[in-house]
């Protein structure tokens, strides 16, 4: 990673040890602190037990997720298309993502891919190059959103259902670890009365924050999660996933042993 001593907080932040979204509305618009609050929280959860040694982040537009996972790895690549928006002073590499990458193989242990993946043309491409370029037990870790509005136009081109996305990973011969739902039928409500909200002159702000706010304090109630737990799986903001290179034979039998 470029620049390393240069690099701050951006759509992600840490705060008490815990990852949140940003409050800062030029990194993450008011209309959009739910879900990006929601995904941090995964991300805080797992990347501890899934991101070491090598890691390649792809599309990482300001490397957001560096705070949370810089203690947990060895070394840090950066990817990202030359027409993203989210300029970076940290690339090591431009690169089309629906292209081969010039990395041999299994040159790293970690892949990121956030928000990301509803960018990619030919995201079976994609698959098969981050499985060509994952050690073997090395994970992709990834979040991408479903009923959700199209951002970074004319660059969006897919919604991928949980049946979707694992026939990706094992297509590419990836095992799919872990599979979530982010959110339900409640945030998706929020999420686009708050982005419609945010709009209006001097109160807009304000009340896409109560909106936000009223569901996520409902998250912390018993009505708001079993709420959440009946609708996620057919009323999704997004998901997230963890899909791994299986161990080599050998190495999983001497694993066993």
């Not at 992600?12 to 800062?24: E, F, I, K, Q």
């Not at 011969?173 to 998706?188: D, I, K, N, Q, T």
């Amino acid at each position: 990673m470029r620049h390393e001593d240069r690099w701050i907080e951006s759509k992600y932040v840490l705060r008490r040890g815990r990852l949140r979204a940003s409050r800062d509305a030029a990194e993450v618009g008011i209309g959009s602190r739910l879900i990006t609050d929601r995904i941090a929280s995964l991300y805080d959860q797992h990347l501890p037990h899934c991101a070491r040694g090598r890691l390649i982040d792809l599309g990482c537009g300001k490397v957001p997720l560096y705070g949370a996972y810089r203690r947990l790895v060895d070394d840090v690549t950066c990817v990202d298309w030359p027409q993203s928006v989210r300029t970076s002073a940290h690339l090591d590499l431009q690169a089309d993502l629906s292209q081969p990458l010039p990395y041999a193989d299994a040159s790293f242990d970690t892949i990121i891919l956030s928000d990301v993946l509803e960018h990619v043309p030919t995201p079976d491409a994609l698959w098969s190059e981050m499985a060509r370029l994952l050690a073997p037990g090395g994970y992709v870790l990834l979040n991408t959103p479903f009923l959700y509005g199209v951002h970074e136009a004319p660059h969006d081109y897919g919604r991928y259902t949980e049946y979707a996305l694992r026939r990706f990973a094992l297509q590419a011969g990836l095992e799919v670890r872990l599979l979530l739902p982010v959110g339900g039928s409640l945030h998706v409500l929020a999420d686009l009365l708050a982005k419609h909200l945010a709009h209006l002159p001097a109160v807009g702000g304000a009340l896409a924050s109560a909106v936000q706010g009223v569901v996520a304090l409902l998250d912390l109630s018993r009505f708001g999660q079993r709420v959440s737990t009946r609708t996620a799986t057919r009323f999704p903001l997004g998901y997230f996933m963890a899909a791994q290179r299986p161990l080599a034979a050998g190495a999983a039998l001497a694993a066993v042993g």
